[in-house]
């Protein structure tokens, strides 16, 4: 179900707008008040206003278009969190250009899919990372490199590539092309486990989208102050943080990455009121004392209200979404009570539907396969890019995307997570959620996190393995720790259930937004 053009008469809520639009409309309203701030680790903080950054996208823009990048072109930004990011990406959506965001965690193999994939015609990238894109993006027609690494000085010189300053031109020169909201505007790749990455097309009018709606969702005011360490690379915080912060006329603390140590310490430097966030982090904030004057006023992450997470003091809206959402289609009520640990009600912008294996919708305390409908082009992703097979498959007959997502119906239209189809088990023909176990392990002392993953078995087809990282690492774990699980498990569990290794870890294997990369955890197992 690939994107369609718009039906004669039918009027868009972006008809005649796009993303440069939005930039110069802020620039114009909003020009002298901060829109990024980058919070490097080891240096000042670096205030951007709307004017400024508008101006310097501009410049970047003309620079690009000097160097011979085209409307419909496709460039590699290959970049983590820095303002040189967000330079690049508004440039070339400001040029016409398809800005191509990527996993800096990327294997070699993995870059040179990206740049092949798409016809990369040229790449931007940091000096960590230069030799890597050089070498694996074949056809590329220039590469740019930064002068830093996320902030930091590179370890050593860089002979690859151009200067990321060099890109500049003047302003006065941006382009000027005609002004189309489903025109493209963006690509990102998906996680491949078992299949190439997929790469996820937006529009700009799915920029918009995302931009609006995240904003509404989550109640985002000019006055806010949004802090994003999450990777810019991603859905997460390039639309839930920062396009939506754009939207409103906000400010966006951008920093390097995650750092539990200098979270608070930026938050309170910034006035920060907003963040998206995710468990991986919030279980490292609460081992940092927590400030009794932090701004905070709400965060965003998988679930709502978590009573883990109580010690934070802020009210936590949890959600659902994907990369080919764009924003939400499940989200958490700002102005309203939560049932804790669920994932929000239905967004009013989509339909949702949850059936069981064989289609039949699920009552309240089942748990069923979610699918999603919206507008491809604006409330969904496009298209997969040069997958035309894929885009189709991903949908059903009544114009449903098919998630992949296992829910559970809860009363009052709640909704609550249950797993990915791939990370259900098939245990002696019962199916069983690895997250099932995960959260009855979790509850144990002394687990700082665990992941459940499935082995072959000769008689059962597959049962549960679980990696466990104990609090203080393997070295500092109790000596009956794997005890208390297993103990824990039985109480909690079915008998099939029950894990059949513990394995103890200092770390595990991660993809983007620190989610545990659960394909390599399989490998190990056998």
Known sequence: MPLQQTTAGIVGPFDGLDVPWLLKLRAEVRRDHPFLIWAAFDAPARRWSYGEFHERVGALAAGLARRGVKPGEYVLIHLDNCIEAMLAWFACVELGAVAVTTNTRSAPAEIAYFADHCGAVAAITQPAYAEAVAQNCHNIRWLAVTSHDAGTAPARGVSRGDSFESLFADSADRPKRATDPLAPCSVQYTSGTTSRPKAVLWTHANALWGAKINAAHEDLHAGDVHQAYLPLFHTNALAYSMLATLWVGATCVIQPR????????????????????????????????????????????????PPAFAAFGVKMIGWWGMTETITHGIVGEVDQPNIPMSIGRAAPEYQIRITDDEGRPTEVGDTGNLAIKGIPGLSLFAEYLHNEKATR???????????GDRVERLENGFIKFGDRAKDMLKVGGENVAASEIEQVIALVPGVREAAVVAKKHPMLD???VVFIIPQGGVAGAAPDLQDRVMEACRKGLADFKLPREIRLV???????????????????VG
């Not at 750092?259 to 940092?288: D, N, Y």
């Not at 991903?394 to 114009?399: K, L, V």
């Not at 200092?506 to 190990?524: G, H, N, W, Y």
């Open 258 to 305: 995650f750092s539990a140590s200098r979270f608070w310490g930026v938050a309170r430097e910034h006035g920060a009121t907003w963040t998206s966030t995710i468990p991986f982090c919030m279980k490292a904030l609460l081992e940092q004392e927590i400030p009794k004057d932090h701004k905070f006023r709400l965060w965003g992450t998988a679930i709502n209200e």
């Open 462 to 464: 597959e049962v549960p």
């Open 393 to 403: 498959e991903s949908f059903d007959e009544h114009g449903f995307f098919l998630t």
């Open 506 to 524: 200092d770390d595990m294997p991660r993809s983007t937004l620190e989610k545990v990369a659960k394909a390599e955890l399989r490998k190990l």
